[in-house]
């Protein structure tokens, strides 16, 4: 993206002013470098956004945009029910509460590295992952339901977990407001036996050792340490997301035909929250956010008992659950007054920050963790929300690294194998059951998540607490 | 002359699929084959089982949406990947007949599930010599 368009506030907050259709200015929170990297449909889609009904102050960039479908990946866009505001499906995209969950282990690098080659045999028999792998359960139409309104929560009821992981979720566990009725029956179909599934493409299951420790008192309070293990676990809503997504995005589109409304992008086809179709979208994509963190929780309980076996030492906590393709409802302080809105999140990470009444009582002074995952053979961190934040950014913050490269180009440059060959003499450790898949997602074709997280840590849309580097890669 | 192929381009996050031939249902049965080729080498799978797939939509590049998602929830609900197709189109009606086999992770090796089709880079259109193109890019 030119810079030249741009006016800049500061070295890591940039403004572009409301012209033509646009309602609001937008922000890119993010440094030079970045930005001139930056593909210039990031602009546009973001101008497209800032043109939406009942959009509020700004519609805001994270570091690590890039092009994206209707809305740019890592836009972040509140919407006010009461001035006409919409939501988007395209705004929230087709892999719906995609994220991250990162487990404490108790265990230290030392504990790992004499069994890692087991431990990597291990983890890619026990996880369901890639094109056609089914979990072990199999949900019937009522069960279905029930999961769908309950998340996590339902997960923990039928045994895969504690209590204790709910505090450690946004929401609970548990999207307020899902509707089962709303979801088609293809979309259940779909997900009859993909709950505990990891899916493909960048979606992985990572054993990670926390190399640096950037804020010692906030790393305390989180349980983190230098030298010790966690778990990551990345993937969504599966089957039964890509469908409800794919349906309403569909909806949206030939409903704006029949009433005439003009839509500068189909993908950023919207309807207003105060409308059936807006009513409806949201009531299943709630429902496919249930989905997906009853997914990551009996994953979880998937990797728990995996671990039983080979490293009875292991205590698996559950630090945070993050998601990062949302639409939540929330209340925000805008120009001093306090307004429900419907913020959406396309590949940007909730960053509460100190103070927020819905944070759980641990995370209320410091903020809660902000998961930033990496490629297989970089670093992963973890940051807090700021107080900064919820004024800069509808408490929001990056995702992740956001690729630079297309899947061809990477499997023209690499080959599977030799990705595969790398890491292991740089101690990590890859499982998967496709060699393309490994070279589509080679390293190298993505950006450096550290200047990403470095640029969300001086934007202030979150802090840095600690860096993870991966020992051991599930990928699907 | 007109070409009957399918290709892929290039997207920054994703991939692009296109099909070509000399009338509409032709590309369209070649961009299904292109979405294949996404996950795995079409080659490797053998035409052993037929499915049916109806669709409707308002025009054709809505109807090519409707097409791949349809067949992207019959690879998922049936854990199958399909290497043929036929496809018959009538004004705003897709009837569609695809070939394929269950999913063997050791012989089809597959990459990656594609999640959707979607709206970026979609058209159906004639170029100059009249072949058809159908594409879009896939969310994978």
């Known amino acids: 993206m030119e810079l030249k368009n741009l006016k800049k506030q500061s070295d890591y907050q940039w403004l572009i002013e409301p012209t033509g259709k646009m309602r609001v200015p937008i922000i890119i929170y993010s440094d030079e470098t970045l930005i001139k990297e930056m593909d210039e449909k990031v602009r546009e889609q973001a101008v497209n956004v800032a043109a939406l009904p009942g959009i509020i102050k700004a519609c805001c960039v994270m570091p690590d945009a890039h092009w994206g479908y209707g809305f740019p990946i890592g836009g972040v866009a509140a919407f006010d029910p009461n001035e006409g505001g919409v939501v988007s499906a395209g705004g929230v995209g087709f892999d719906i509460s995609c994220g991250?969950?990162?487990?404490?282990t108790g265990l230290t690098i030392e504990n790992i590295e004499p069994v890692k080659n087991k431990l990597a045999d291990l983890l890619a028999h026990k996880i369901p992952a890639g094109v056609g792998s089914r979990g072990k359960l199999l949900l019937n139409q009522s069960e279905m339901d029930e999961m769908l309104v309950g998340g996590a929560r339902w997960a923990v009821e039928r045994g895969y977990g504690t209590s204790e992981d709910l505090t450690h979720i946004e929401e609970q566990g548990c999207?307020?407001?899902?509707?089962?009725?709303?979801?088609?029956?293809?979309?259940?179909?779909?997900?009859?036996?993909?709950?505990?599934?990891?899916?493909?493409?960048n979606?992985?299951?990572e054993v990670q050792h926390i190399t640096e420790i950037f804020d010692g008192?906030?790393?305390?309070t989180y349980g983190l340490q230098k030298g010790q293990i966690t778990i990551s676990i990345h993937c969504g809503s599966r089957?039964?997301?890509?469908?409800?997504?794919?349906?309403f995005m569909k909806t949206m589109v030939t409903t704006a035909k029949e009433k005439g409304i003009e839509?500068?992008?189909?993908?950023?086809?919207?309807?207003?929250?105060?409308?059936?179709?807006?009513?409806?979208?949201?009531g299943a994509m709630r429902a496919a956010i249930n989905c997906a963190l009853a997914n990551r929780q009996v994953?979880?309980?998937?990797?728990?008992?995996?671990?039983a076996g080979l490293l009875p030492k292991a205590e698996l906590k559950l630090l945070y659950d993050v998601s990062h393709n949302t639409c939540k409802e929330e209340i925000h302080t805008v120009n001093g007054k306090q307004k429900r809105l419907f913020v959406h999140r396309k590949g940007a990470t909730r960053a509460f920050g100190p103070g927020e009444p819905t944070l759980a009582d641990e995370f209320r002074d410091i903020g809660q963790p902000v998961l930033i995952g990496g490629t297989m053979g970089t670093a992963s961190y973890i940051l807090a929300g700021t107080a900064e934040s919820m004024s800069l950014s509808f408490g929001s913050s990056c995702h992740g690294a956001g690729r630079s490269m297309s899947r061809s180009q990477a499997t023209k440059r690499w080959h599977g194998k030799d990705v595969v060959m790398n890491l292991a003499q740089k101690g990590i450790l890859i499982r998967s059951p496709s060699f393309r898949g490994i070279a589509e997602e080679a390293p190298g074709a993505y950006k450096d998540v550290s200047a990403v997280v470095e640029a969300a840590h001086n934007a202030n849309l979150s802090r840095k607490v600690a860096k993870l580097m991966p020992l051991v890669c599930i990928k699907g | 002359m007109k070409k009957t192929k399918w290709e892929h381009f290039p997207h920054q996050a994703d991939i692009g699929i296109r099909g070509l031939g000399p009338t509409k249902e032709q590309a369209f049965e070649q961009a299904a084959l292109a979405l294949t080729a996404v996950i795995t080498n079409i080659n490797k799978v053998e035409p052993e089982k037929k499915v049916e797939i109806t669709c409707q939509a308002p025009d054709d590049e809505l109807l090519l949406l409707d097409w791949l998602n349809g067949l992207l929830y019959e690879m998922d609900t049936r854990k199958m990947l399909f290497s043929s197709f036929e496809v018959q189109l009538d004004k705003n009606t897709l009837n569609a007949v695809a070939w394929g086999q269950k999913i063997d992770?050791?012989?089809?090796?597959?990459t990656v599930e594609v999640k959707g089709a979607t709206y970026t880079e979609l058209s159906v259109r004639q170029d100059e010599s009249g072949t058809w193109i159908a594409q879009c890019v896939v969310d994978v």
């Open chain 1, 100 to 104: 991250v969950r990162t487990l404490l």
């Open chain 1, 175 to 201: 999207a307020v407001g899902a509707n089962p009725q709303y979801v088609s029956n293809e979309a259940k179909k779909r997900q009859r036996d993909e709950v505990g599934t990891l899916g493909s493409g």
């Open chain 1, 203 to 205: 979606h992985y299951l």
């Open chain 1, 217 to 220: 008192k906030i790393a305390q």
């Open chain 1, 239 to 247: 089957g039964l997301g890509h469908q409800i997504a794919t349906e």
């Open chain 1, 263 to 282: 839509l500068a992008d189909r993908e950023l086809a919207f309807a207003p929250i105060k409308s059936p179709v807006g009513e409806q979208y949201l």
């Open chain 1, 299 to 307: 994953l979880t309980d998937l990797v728990r008992k995996a671990l």
């Open chain 2, 105 to 110: 992770i050791q012989k089809h090796q597959p």
